[in-house]
């Protein structure tokens, strides 16, 4: 495990700017050579996902659509309710298509195992995870996540868009409260 540095707002760095970014650069190229005849479609879980996604989609050399959804466990809580709840759907039609969910963390997992029938159910083509981060000691769900970029411990994560109760999510860092 990464060397902690506390910074000012309490929070403790797990990983910098340099780290993410070439852990993404990594995470692209991966990508681009697995569908390199493909045209996938991105599909960002909002609101977490939108930095990694970001930087990600300027990694991916290959030609790649992008949708979006919002789907919530969460609320202002820090554990799960257990109760997912769809706040925004996509706005392409997915079928025959080959899908790659971009994901902040995969923590319990129930999200994203809700998240993979649902989509399932739209008849993709293929259907992957992309996850920046991955929180093995909480995971309730069996997942199978193709690209992770770094696997963290288990405590609160924060930073590079993940938010505590919409706070911290503009930190340029990513760390634990």
């Given at each position: 495990?990464?060397?902690?540095?506390?910074?000012?707002?309490?929070?403790?760095?797990?990983?910098?700017?340099?780290?993410?970014?070439?852990?993404?650069?990594?995470?692209?190229?991966?990508?681009?050579?697995?569908?390199?005849?493909?045209?996938?479609?991105?599909?960002?879980?909002?609101?977490?996902?939108?930095?990694?996604?970001?930087?990600?989609?300027?990694?991916?050399?290959?030609?790649?659509?992008?949708?979006?959804?919002?789907?919530?466990?969460?609320?202002?809580?820090?554990?799960?309710?257990?109760?997912?709840?769809?706040?925004?759907?996509?706005?392409?039609n997915i079928e025959g298509k080959d899908i790659l969910i971009v994901e902040d963390i995969v923590d319990t997992g129930v999200t994203l195992a809700y998240l993979l029938k649902?989509?399932?159910?739209?008849?993709?083509?293929?259907?992957?995870?992309?996850?920046?981060?991955?929180?093995?000691?909480?995971?309730?769900?069996?997942?199978?996540?193709?690209?992770?970029?770094?696997?963290?411990?288990?405590?609160?994560?924060?930073?590079?868009?993940?938010?505590?109760?919409?706070?911290?999510?503009?930190?340029?860092?990513?760390?634990?409260?």
């Amino acid at each position: 495990m990464e060397k902690l540095i506390q910074k000012e707002d309490g929070s403790q760095e797990l990983f910098d700017e340099e780290k993410i970014r070439e852990k993404i650069k990594e995470l692209g190229n991966n990508i681009s050579s697995d569908y390199k005849d493909k045209n996938p479609i991105l599909i960002g879980v909002l609101k977490g996902s939108v930095m990694f996604m970001a930087d990600l989609l300027k990694e991916i050399t290959i030609p790649c659509n992008m949708d979006f959804m919002a789907v919530s466990s969460y609320g202002n809580s820090t554990e799960t309710s257990g109760i997912v709840r769809i706040l925004k759907d996509l706005d392409s039609n997915i079928e025959g298509k080959d899908i790659l969910i971009v994901e902040d963390i995969v923590d319990t997992g129930v999200t994203l195992a809700y998240l993979l029938k649902y989509l399932k159910a739209r008849k993709a083509n293929s259907i992957e995870i992309v996850a920046l981060l991955n929180k093995p000691a909480r995971r309730t769900s069996n997942l199978d996540v193709k690209y992770i970029g770094f696997e963290v411990p288990d405590g609160f994560i924060v930073g590079y868009g993940i938010d505590y109760a919409e706070k911290y999510r503009n930190l340029p860092f990513i760390g634990i409260l």
